[in-house]
C-alpha cells in the first residue's frame, strides 16, 4: 500500500503543506479539493433508515450518525483503515507538527458517517476533547464530504470562528464532493453550521468524520476534560435551561452524562 493509492497527487507531500496548515486563521486547518482517489458516495446509506443509527434531535444539533462500523460501506471501510493506518498518521504528523504520536480510533468514537437532512443544524461549539474508551486526548479532526452538485445557497457551510469573536466567521468551507477539512481540535476551536439547511427534500449534507488522539496534550488546549459545548453566537440566546443543560454537560464526567442526559429526555 501507497500513499497515493488513496490521496491526489496534489496533496502527498504534507511537508509542503505544513506551513499554510499551521499559519490559517483563525485556528491551525487546511482544505483540500479532491483529496482522494476513489469515489464512496455511491455507498452512502439513508442514515435515517438505519438500526445502528444515532440521532440527535435537538435545538443545537439535528443530524444521524453512524455507530462504529457496522454499516459503514466495504469501499468506506477500506478508505477509512488506509487514513487510521501508519502511513495515514505519519503524513498528518508531518503536516500538523504535533510532537506526540498520534492515535488513530478504531472504535470511530463520535466518528464514521454524518448526515443532516433539511432543517438540520450544528450550531457552534468546541468538540468533546477526550476519548472515553481509551482516554486519550482529542487533538484533530478530519471531515470529509460526500455531496455531489451541492448548491451553495442550500447553506450547510462549514464556519470556523475565532474564540474572541463568535459573531463573524473567519472561514466558510462549503460541503462539496471529495473536499477535506483538516483542523486542530482544542477547548477554545469553534465550529459548526448554525443555520437550517435548506437543501431539497431528497438531499442531504454527507461526510466522513475521523477523529486522531494523542497520550497527553499542551495545557495551554485544553479547558479540562469536557464534552461538546456549544456557544452562543451571531446574536442567538440559549434559554437558562439550555444554558444549564450546557453547564452540566461541561461538569459532569462523560460517563456520568450519559446517564444524565437520559434522565433530561424523559
Known sequence: MKITDYINDAFISPETLSNKYNTNCPYPHIVMDNFINEAILEEFPDLSKIDSKIEYNETRQTKFKSDGVADISPKAIKLISFLNNDLFLNYLTTLTGIKKPLLSDGYLFGGGYHEIKN???????????????????????????LNKDWQK????????????????????????????????????????????????LDRSRKSIALYYYSIGRPES??????????????????????????????LTPPLDWRTLKKAIQK
Open 119 to 145: 432543517g438540520g443544524v450544528l450550531k457552534v461549539h468546541a468538540d468533546f476533547n477526550k476519548h472515553l474508551i481509551i482516554d486519550a486526548d482529542k487533538r484533530l479532526n478530519i471531515l470529509l464530504y
Open 153 to 200: 445557497e442550500w447553506g450547510g457551510s462549514l464556519e470556523l470562528y475565532d474564540k474572541d469573536n463568535l459573531d463573524n466567521p473567519v472561514e466558510f468551507v462549503t460541503p462539496e464532493f471529495n473536499r477535506c477539512v483538516i483542523f486542530t481540535t482544542t477547548s477554545f476551536t469553534y465550529h459548526g453550521h448554525p443555520e437550517p439547511i435548506t437543501c431539497p
Open 221 to 250: 488546549e485544553t479547558a479540562g476534560q469536557h464534552g461538546t459545548i456549544f456557544v452562543e453566537t451571531k446574536g442567538e440566546k440559549f434559554t437558562t435551561y439550555k444554558i444549564w443543560k450546557a453547564l452540566a454537560y461541561v
